[in-house]
């Protein structure tokens, strides 16, 4: 059943994975970022907090910021602010693109409503992994997240493939099947529709492939700028050395 191999290798293309593999960054400790603005750096019993106007507080103790100090503080902040939602989206598109070329088989084989326990699983898996961006109500970029991709993400993303597998096997069969035995469709139609709905999926990968890889380099370049901002915000402020985020 090729069409399940090809809806595996899309769902490994779109995910994360590829931006774990392309780029040199690594978070080297918790960042939140809150309903508010804040922005928080969690290292061990220590925090580093960045309040909604841009106020350094250090365990607790107000920074007395320079005038130039307070402007670079206030510009890693949005730039930090305004990444990590941005990777909650990358990850978002990702399940999109997955239930995407899922509804891509299911109208190859004019088989509408057949997958919809598939797509019940790729949602599942969509919340668990949103759910690593949260906690409470707060986002978070946790420590070694980009090596967590290559590692925890992909094992948890291949044991989802082997039960769509199952679920898309058994779909395809039971549509097939119905339909061969309503007289729509003889074997040899069959294998056409098997042949129609692969060139499909191809097709569909492709144009995929390029969109994505072009926003994970996007992702990836962005990172590299905050790394580069924080090595001058830490020599602009000595005090925030001890909480770095990005590095290179």
Same mark, same amino acid.
């Given at each position: 059943m090729r069409s399940k191999k090809i809806i595996a290798l899309a769902m490994l293309m779109v995910s994360s994975n590829s931006w774990a593999n392309m780029c040199p960054v690594n978070v080297e400790n918790d960042v939140l970022l809150t309903p508010t603005g804040e922005v928080k750096v969690d290292k061990a019993q220590d925090k580093l907090?960045?309040?909604?106007?841009?106020?350094v507080y250090v365990n607790g103790k107000e920074l007395d910021l320079t005038a130039s100090q307070k402007k670079a503080v206030e510009k890693y902040q949005q730039?930090?602010?305004?990444?990590? *939602?941005? /990777? /909650?989206d990358f990850t978002d598109k990702g399940i999109a693109a997955a239930n995407d %070329? /899922?509804?891509?088989?299911? #109208?190859?084989?004019?088989?509408?409503?057949? %997958?919809?326990?598939?797509?019940?699983?790729?949602?599942e898996y969509g919340v668990t992994a949103k759910q690593k961006f949260y906690q409470g109500?707060?986002?978070?970029?946790?420590?070694? %997240?980009?090596?967590?991709?290559? #590692?925890?993400?992909?094992?948890?993303?291949?044991?989802?493939?082997?039960?769509l597998d199952k679920e898309i096997f058994a779909s395809v069969f039971n549509s097939l099947s119905t339909k061969m035995q309503e007289g729509e469709l003889n074997f040899s139609e069959l294998q056409q529709q098997f042949a129609d709905a692969q060139t499909a999926m191809k097709s569909k990968m492709e144009e995929h492939r390029a969109e994505v890889k072009k926003e994970a380099q996007e992702l990836c370049d962005s990172a590299k700028d905050i790394a580069e901002e924080e090595q001058d915000l830490h020599q602009l402020v *000595?005090?925030?050395? *001890?909480? *770095?985020? %990005?590095?290179?």
């Open positions: 907090r960045i309040d909604h106007d841009g106020r730039q930090i602010s305004g990444y990590i *939602p941005t /990777v /909650v %070329f /899922v509804s891509e088989i299911e #109208t190859s084989f004019d088989a509408q409503g057949s %997958f919809d326990a598939v797509k019940i699983k790729i949602d109500k707060d986002l978070i970029l946790e420590q070694d %997240f980009f090596k967590e991709v290559n #590692t925890t993400w992909k094992q948890d993303f291949e044991v989802m493939i082997k039960s *000595p005090e925030l050395q *001890p909480y *770095p985020v %990005f590095t290179i």
